[in-house]
Nanobody, 130 residues
């Protein structure tokens, strides 16, 4: 069983930065992918960013392009989400997720929907004040 443990979120002022981490336990990632989703109050969970573990290919939602960066440390089995130029509309619970059996970019589209994920973290709250 894979467990995904996210770092704590927090309260940040608009324009500030925050880095989230997600460490996987119970599986050494290889042909897999990790992603970040978020869910604001009253809204559906939405895709933020994803990374294919083997090749490092990354994908971002249009709403965060140029501001958020996803990366991974293979040795630590950990993915990161660096969030810069944060806006109040980025306020949400952020969830780490993992998809197994992802070997290349041809599977990228499947990473952008909640149904494409096999494992989920518990979520961490990020609040951006104006």
């Amino acid at each position: 069983q894979v467990q995904l443990v996210e770092s704590a979120g927090g309260l940040v002022q608009a324009g500030g930065s925050l880095r989230l981490s997600c460490t996987a336990a119970g599986r050494t990632f290889n042909n897999d992918a990790m992603a970040w989703f978020r869910q604001a109050p009253g809204k559906e969970r939405e895709f933020v960013a994803a990374i294919i573990w083997s090749g490092g290919n990354t994908y971002n939602a249009d709403s965060v392009k140029g501001r958020f960066t996803i990366s991974r440390d293979k040795a630590k089995n950990t993915a990161y989400l660096q969030m810069n130029s944060l806006k109040p509309e980025d306020t949400a619970v952020y969830y780490c997720a993992a998809a197994v059996g992802v070997s290349g970019p041809e599977q990228a589209m499947g990473l952008m929907g909640v149904d494409g994920m096999d494992y989920w973290g518990k979520g961490t709250l990020v609040t951006v004040s104006s």
